[in-house]
C-alpha cells in the first residue's frame, strides 16, 4: 500500500514539475513562434503522456492551418499546411470546441500519416477569436 501511495505522488510530481516547466517556457517566451515551440515542447514529456503535438496557426487571407511548431512527430513537414476544411482538426477551427477521435485512421477526413492512434484537437482562441488548433 505505501508504495501505491509514493508511486501516486511521484507521478504527480513528475507531473506538476512538467506543467512548470511548460509555463516557465511560455512566459520566457520573446516571439509568437517561441511561444508556440515552448507549449508544443512543453507538452512533449512523459510525465504528461502526450507522443505528438502540433500548433497549426490559421492564416487569415486562406483559412488554412500553417504548423508553426511540432513535438514527437518527425515526419510532420514545416510549414506544413493543411486547407481550410480538410483534416481532422479542420472541426475545432469551424465550431471552437475541443474535439476526441479515438481513432484516427477510423475517419474520412483524416490526413495519412505515420501517427496513428487517438487524436484530440483543441481550439486556440485570443479574444474569443479561434487562431488555430493544438493537436495532440
Do not use: C
Not at 477526413?109 to 501517427?115: G, I, K
Not at 479574444?127 to 493537436?135: P, Q
Amino acid at each position: 500500500m505505501i508504495r501505491k501511495s509514493t508511486s501516486r505522488r511521484s507521478a504527480q510530481a513528475h507531473r506538476q514539475a512538467a506543467l512548470l516547466r511548460l509555463t516557465t517556457g511560455i512566459v520566457s517566451a520573446h516571439t509568437e513562434d517561441d511561444i508556440y515551440r515552448a507549449m508544443v515542447g512543453g507538452l512533449h514529456d512523459e510525465a504528461l503522456g502526450y507522443s505528438f503535438l502540433g500548433a497549426f496557426i490559421l492564416e487569415a487571407d486562406t483559412g488554412d492551418r500553417v504548423l508553426r511548431a511540432s513535438a514527437g512527430w518527425p515526419d510532420a513537414p514545416e510549414n506544413w499546411r493543411v486547407h481550410k476544411g480538410e483534416g481532422l482538426s479542420a472541426r475545432a477551427v469551424e465550431d471552437g470546441t475541443l474535439h476526441y477521435t479515438a481513432d484516427v485512421t477510423r475517419e474520412a477526413t483524416y490526413l495519412p500519416s505515420r501517427v496513428r492512434g487517438s487524436e484530440v484537437d483543441i481550439p486556440l482562441r485570443v479574444d474569443g477569436e479561434t487562431i488555430g488548433v493544438l493537436v495532440v
